[in-house]
């Protein structure tokens, strides 16, 4: 599981509460991203970050946030907005923006 | 908006067959077309990719084939065997860009 790692493997969030989500990796990719994957609906984009102290939105980054202070390291909090936050979370990385991605193994987020 | 979509939802073969995904593009400008692997539990895997300039590329017994008129663009197993059973994504981006939009999934099973 070198490369790239995503804890934890799960969390569970109650009602009104921020949590965060680890992503690093050591790849010295400079490219990031967020995604969430619900099932039948494939992976969609939430954060993605092309370099140090620079993120940009994704499709659906509302209820989210994140940060990118270090290259290794792009953190996800899912804060109390996010209404239905219950999914799987995947971050992954690439060399270049938009080319093949190497994912982490995942966080899967329940709210109880 | 710039969709993916991608069938079958399910595909069961008996060992030994051949499957075929499909997907189809909305961005003409997309140019970079990756597959993914996720077998149960774990991490999507990229498989294999191709590039606007190709027409099809192989891999082993994988091979993918892109008709950009039509946006088209297709995975060909052979000779499946049960390892291959996993839930398979296609993807499209620019490639440089920062978004890379993904199908919904293939599930696929190969019967022993």
């Known amino acids: 599981d070198g490369g790239i790692t995503q804890s934890p493997k799960y969390l569970f969030r109650k009602e009104g509460q921020n949590v965060t989500l680890s992503c690093e990796q050591n790849?010295?990719?400079?490219?990031m991203y967020w995604y969430r994957q619900d099932p039948g609906q494939g992976l969609r984009l939430i954060y993605y970050s092309q370099i140090v102290n620079d993120f940009q939105k994704g499709d659906i980054a509302e209820g989210y946030s994140v940060s990118r202070e270090k290259k290794e390291s792009f953190p996800l909090t899912v804060t109390s907005a996010q209404k239905n936050p219950t999914a799987f979370y995947l971050c992954?990385?690439?060399?270049?923006?938009?080319?093949?991605?190497?994912f982490g193994s995942g966080t899967r987020l329940t709210v109880v | 908006g710039e969709n993916v979509e991608q069938h079958p939802s399910t595909l069961s073969v008996q060992e030994g067959d051949s499957a075929v995904i499909k997907c189809t593009y909305s961005d003409s400008a997309s140019n970079y077309f990756p597959w993914y692997k996720q077998e149960l539990g774990k991490r999507p895997q990229l498989i294999i990719d191709i590039r606007s300039n190709v027409g099809e590329k192989k891999d082993q017994r994988i091979a993918v084939t892109l008709n950009k008129t039509a946006k088209h663009f297709s995975l060909h197993i052979t000779e499946t065997q049960p390892e291959d059973s996993a839930v398979y994504f296609c993807a499209a981006s620019k490639g440089g860009g920062f978004k890379t939009i993904f199908g919904a999934g293939t599930r696929l099973f190969v019967k022993a």
């Open positions: 790849l010295n990719h400079d490219a």
């Open positions: 992954a990385s690439s060399a270049s923006t938009g080319y093949g991605y190497t």
